[in-house]
Each structure stands twice: as structure tokens, then as C-alpha cells.
Nanobody, 121 residues
Framework: QVQLVESGGGLVQAGGSLRLSCAGSGSIFQVNDAAWYRQAPGKQREWVARSTRGGGARYKNSVKGRFTISRDSTKNTVYLQMSSLKPEDTAIYYC???????????????WGQGTQVTVSS
């Protein structure tokens, strides 16, 4: 069984920083594409950032220059460094990843349970 567990959320003042972690556990050969999403109260879940195994990264326009997605493949962990946080960044942040469970297996897609980020003005 594979699980993704997010951590690092919390309450921070506007302008502050947080680093979210998404740790994969269980039967994992490698984490391929990974992404962070967020869902604010009363709104639909939206994509925030994506990291490809080849090293590429893409960001939602509103977080470009403030958020950085990275990974530690040795730990099956994906990070989201968030800086210059704004109240509108307040949301539950979810990790999503395509995980290859065996060397020659196909990818399966997994979601974490989410971690709350609250930015006060």
C-alpha cells in the first residue's frame, strides 16, 4: 500500500514563509510527476505547482516567484517552499503524485490527506 502524507502547514502572517512536505511511504519504486493543489473554503480545488521527474517545474501564475517545488528522490518526498505568503494563499494544500510501485510497472495516482495553511493579514 502507498500513502502520501503532507506536513508543514500552519498559521503564518502575511509575508511569511512555510515549507510543506509530502512524504511517500509503502511500496514505491519511484515518484514520477508530482504536484501540489489547494482548496480554499467555498472554492474548487486548484493546481498550484508541478514537478516532473526530469527536473521540470511549472507554477500557477499567482504563485510564480513565491513558491518553489522540489523533491528528494532518495526520500520519496516532494516539497513546496512558500514565501511572501498572502491571505489569499489560505487553503488546504494537497499533494498528488504518479507513483511507480515496481521497476517495470505502470504509474498509479495518489493523493495525500491535505495540510491546512492559514495566512493572516
Amino acid at each position: 500500500q502507498v500513502q502520501l502524507v503532507e506536513s508543514g502547514g500552519g498559521l503564518v502572517q502575511a509575508g511569511g514563509s512555510l515549507r510543506l512536505s509530502c512524504a511517500g511511504s509503502g511500496s514505491i519504486f519511484q515518484v514520477n510527476d508530482a504536484a501540489w493543489y489547494r482548496q480554499a473554503p467555498g472554492k474548487q480545488r486548484e493546481w498550484v505547482a508541478r514537478s516532473t521527474r526530469g527536473g521540470g517545474a511549472r507554477y500557477k501564475n499567482s504563485v510564480k516567484g513565491r513558491f518553489t517545488i522540489s523533491r528528494d528522490s532518495t526520500k520519496n518526498t516532494v516539497y513546496l517552499q512558500m514565501s511572501s505568503l498572502k491571505p489569499e494563499d489560505t487553503a488546504i494544500y494537497y499533494c498528488n503524485a504518479d507513483i511507480q510501485r515496481t521497476r517495470y510497472g505502470t504509474d498509479y495516482n495518489y493523493w495525500g490527506q491535505g495540510t491546512q495553511v492559514t495566512v493572516s493579514s
